[in-house]
């Protein structure tokens, strides 16, 4: 597989704190190849995203800006993405707006990719560092779990940062709350496994306050709750048995806001299954505040 076809695909709201950080952090961090392309779907914008953008699409050919005026869901911005990845490229990078990949990582991904016979590959996500208190301190055991399940039981694909073969990128329904199940089904439907490659590490943003967090792992509660529904298909980190697994491997220091973590799971779970019984599915997100602040 030729690594001169590469996409980098980014999903942008209202990310003008963000996303001049990811760019330079793409261009002069990860040594991507001269004819990668990088892609960014700006929806609904009303900040100055779009425009930070196309100030660096001026500088850099490879990168290439498409404003939506009205925001439609993320699913409908990565079917965009989608549908021209499968046109003309091999590898697909799929990297949140609000991330930074650890120096060259994205490299390490794509190799890990074309050198192996999986479908997709991801990195660590890590809570940036910057933010202290109880929360960042549960958000950090949550991502800590994930990384146990997906490492030593059974991968989670997680969107923060991850390469696709574009043959295996199949449209996800408009309506998904969370997209990533969706590709982790057409991957395995396809025949192809998920690698879990925990040295290369994506930096992520969180919600620092209790009340963003639990809006959203509701959300995410929906959209697992949801592509379960539809398709009977279960992410590993929603098994209670897997994260109690986990939970035994954690450090002494850790069980306590794992704990606590798994007592705002509870109420989140529940509000998710209230919402979805309703049919009130939020495939039109609602911004997290605390994570647009700049750091």
Same mark, same amino acid.
């Given at each position: 597989?030729?690594?001169?076809?590469?996409?980098?695909?980014?999903?942008?709201?209202?990310?003008?704190?963000?996303?001049?950080?990811?760019?330079?952090?793409?261009?002069?961090?990860?040594?991507?190849?001269?004819?990668?392309?990088?892609?960014?779907?700006?929806?609904?914008?009303?900040?100055?995203?779009?425009?930070?953008?196309?100030?660096?699409?001026?500088?850099?050919?490879?990168?290439?800006?498409?404003?939506?005026?009205?925001?439609?869901?993320?699913?409908?911005?990565?079917?965009?993405?989608?549908?021209?990845?499968?046109?003309?490229?091999?590898?697909?990078?799929?990297?949140?707006?609000?991330?930074?990949?650890?120096?060259?990582?994205?490299?390490?991904?794509?190799?890990?990719?074309?050198?192996?016979?999986?479908?997709?590959?991801?990195?660590? %996500?890590?809570?940036?560092?910057?933010?202290?208190?109880?929360? =960042? #301190? /549960?958000?950090? +055991?949550?991502?800590? $779990?994930?990384? &146990?399940?997906?490492?030593?039981?059974?991968?989670?694909?997680?969107?923060?940062?991850?390469?696709?073969?574009?043959?295996?990128?199949?449209?996800?329904?408009?309506?998904?709350?969370?997209?990533? %199940?969706?590709?982790?089904?057409?991957?395995?439907?396809?025949? =192809? #496994? /998920?690698?879990? +490659?925990?040295?290369? $590490?994506?930096? &992520?943003?969180?919600?620092?306050?209790?009340?963003?967090?639990?809006?959203?792992?509701?959300?995410?509660?929906?959209?697992?709750?949801?592509?379960?529904?539809?398709?009977?298909?279960?992410?590993?980190?929603?098994?209670?048995?897997?994260?109690?697994?986990?939970?035994?491997?954690?450090?002494?220091?850790?069980?306590?806001?794992?704990?606590?973590?798994?007592?705002?799971?509870?109420?989140?779970?529940?509000?998710?299954?209230?919402?979805?019984?309703?049919?009130?599915?939020?495939?039109?997100?609602?911004?997290?505040?605390?994570?647009?602040?700049?750091?």
């Amino acid at each position: 597989m030729a690594l001169s076809k590469v996409m980098i695909g980014i999903c942008a709201h209202n990310e003008g704190n963000n996303i001049r950080r990811l760019l330079q952090n793409l261009i002069f961090e990860q040594n991507l190849p001269k004819t990668c392309k990088i892609l960014i779907i700006c929806s609904g914008c009303t900040d100055r995203t779009p425009d930070i953008a196309k100030e660096f699409g001026e500088r850099d050919a490879r990168i290439e800006t498409i404003i939506e005026r009205f925001r439609r869901g993320k699913a409908n911005a990565l079917n965009r993405i989608f549908k021209i990845a499968r046109e003309s490229a091999e590898v697909l990078v799929l990297v949140n707006a609000d991330a930074l990949p650890k120096r060259g990582s994205v490299n390490r991904l794509i190799s890990k990719l074309v050198t192996s016979n999986a479908g997709a590959v991801f990195a660590q %996500p890590v809570p940036f560092k910057e933010v202290r208190g109880n929360c =960042y #301190k /549960i958000v950090r +055991v949550i991502w800590r $779990l994930h990384h &146990i399940i997906s490492f030593l039981q059974k991968p989670k694909l997680s969107g923060e940062l991850c390469v696709v073969r574009a043959s295996c990128l199949q449209d996800i329904p408009e309506n998904a709350a969370t997209d990533e %199940p969706y590709i982790q089904l057409a991957i395995h439907k396809r025949g =192809y #496994k /998920i690698l879990y +490659v925990p040295d290369a $590490l994506v930096y &992520i943003r969180c919600p620092t306050n209790l009340a963003d967090l639990l809006r959203q792992r509701k959300r995410i509660w929906v959209g697992h709750m949801q592509v379960q529904k539809a398709t009977n298909f279960k992410v590993s980190t929603s098994s209670f048995r897997n994260v109690l697994r986990a939970i035994s491997a954690l450090k002494p220091d850790e069980v306590l806001y794992a704990l606590l973590g798994g007592f705002l799971e509870i109420i989140a779970y529940a509000q998710a299954r209230i919402a979805l019984n309703k049919g009130v599915i939020p495939y039109i997100w609602e911004p997290i505040r605390s994570t647009k602040i700049q750091l």
